[in-house]
């Protein structure tokens, strides 16, 4: 009887699992790397069911982007695991199905070999490397996509020249520079939640525009100038949630110094929204070919519909065919969280699982947001002033990616230097309050206040 009941329960689980996380139903085939063939690492070739064999098709090209650092077996898994469960609009092998057409993912590792390298990115450090399996990364995607069509052409599929792109995130950061470093090879490109694409010249407003801002320096890297003529026939679908703070500026994986302050020169000081608004403003003035949207009451997420119907649009060549985007104005919103109490240091333990008590760090403010079980990436728009007794002593605190996430509320970890434990100390006071700089975005009242020990 109990066999017969643990069976049951395991048929039901996998069941239950199989109905939550649905596999692709085309073909997954793993392609080594080649490196005589110009690739130092594999990818995946996706071949949906839905192919029209009767005519040549673009392939889809979308980068691998797991936000991990793995080992190469952990990330060749991962790589395929998209393939193989539903995770919402991520999913990338629902796009390749709904514009039936052929997909490469590269399975390239998010390099440790250096702090500033973000190879799923494309970033400036991986653009300039000479040699290694990093090197020139852009050539390695293209000569995959040479040899996937080699592939499909063996399986009686024939394909066309140019590519479609598409990713979201850094996916669709490395899809961007993709279509701009090589814009012939490309036949439209839809990415979202990128917030920084390159812009179409070399200068602005007397800035340089060094890569990834823009085309500055691009003969350096390449041994050729931007071909604006080429990009600029490109259909481009870029598109933003409009409470998407998720901000990558800050983080040194991804930026730079240098490249670091000419974005801000060139988009503002703001939080990245700001910052997106002012890319939208200038590609509305200098690239009629591109479309962008941001979309109300969406986080760090894209509307994959879209995607599809835009690719759809353009998977056959032409001018840009502007598409009518998802009405998201009705959804819930997201913004603002609002902060309802304040815990310093030791004194969160009274509300968190012991055996989170550990990851507590000694000189932290723990902002308590209640009925949310996570909380949006808005680190870029987390920014606070310390007061005591109304005067501000310390100036532009931002958060860190440090969340405690339990049942019905999250913490929202504020780290403090010894520098700051000076300034607090020297007031002579020992309880504050926090000023937000953008409460409609993160919402702390003034009345909270904490007590430090």
Not at 240 to 246: A, L, R
Request: with cysteine; aromatic share 12%.
């Amino acid at each position: 009887m109990k066999k017969g009941f643990l069976l049951f329960v395991l048929l039901f689980s996998s069941f239950l699992h199989a109905f939550a996380a649905p596999q692709a139903t085309g073909k997954i085939i793993q392609i080594p790397a080649n490196p005589k063939a110009g690739f130092q690492w594999g990818y995946v070739l996706y071949i949906p069911q839905n192919i029209d064999s009767s005519k040549p098709l673009p392939l889809l090209f979308v980068m691998n982007d797991n936000g991990k650092y793995q080992t190469q077996e952990e990330n060749e898994k991962s790589a395929l695991e998209r393939f193989q469960s539903w995770s919402g609009d991520w999913v990338e092998w629902g796009i390749a199905d709904g514009v039936g057409v052929p997909m490469v993912m590269p399975m390239v590792l998010r390099s440790k070999q250096q702090e500033y390298l973000n190879s799923h990115d494309l970033n400036r450090a991986v653009f300039v490397l000479k040699d290694g399996p990093y090197a020139r990364l852009d050539l390695q995607v293209l000569a995959m996509l040479k040899d996937a069509r080699k592939q499909l052409k063996q399986r009686g599929l024939r394909t066309q020249k140019k590519y479609l792109v598409a990713g979201f995130s850094s996916a669709g950061s490395f899809g961007d520079k993709l279509a701009f470093l090589h814009p012939e090879k490309v036949l439209a490109v839809a990415t979202g939640g990128e917030h920084y694409p390159l812009l179409p010249f070399e200068t602005y407003n007397g800035i340089n525009l060094i890569y990834p801002i823009g085309a500055y320096d691009m003969p350096t890297y390449t041994g050729k100038k931007f071909n604006k003529k080429a990009w600029s026939k490109i259909p481009i679908f870029m598109t933003s949630g409009g409470d998407d703070y998720n901000d990558p500026l800050p983080y040194d994986d991804v930026y730079g110094e240098e490249d670091r302050a000419v974005t801000k020169q060139v988009f503002g000081e703001g939080t990245t929204q700001d910052r997106w608004e002012k890319a939208r403003e200038i590609l509305a003035e200098e690239a009629p070919n591109v479309q962008t949207y941001t979309y109300p009451h969406v986080g760090h997420d894209w509307e994959k519909q879209d995607v599809i119907n835009f690719l759809n649009a353009h998977k056959n060549g032409g001018p840009l065919k502007p598409i009518t985007p998802t009405d998201t104005s009705d959804r819930p919103a997201i913004l603002p969280i609002k902060v309802t109490k304040l815990y310093w240091g030791d004194e969160a333990k009274k509300i968190l699982q012991p055996h989170v008590y550990q990851y507590l760090r000694k000189n932290s403010l723990y902002m308590y947001v209640k009925g949310r079980k996570s909380i949006p990436r808005i680190q870029s728009a987390c920014k606070l002033d310390v007061l005591h007794q109304g005067q501000v002593v310390l100036a532009n605190k931002t958060c860190p990616v440090d969340l405690f996430n339990e049942t019905d509320f999250t913490l929202q970890g504020l780290p403090f230097s010894d520098e700051d434990m000076a300034a607090l100390k020297k007031t002579g006071g020992r309880t504050f309050s926090l000023r937000s700089h953008y409460p409609q975005i993160w919402d702390v009242p003034e009345s909270l206040t904490f007590t430090i020990k």
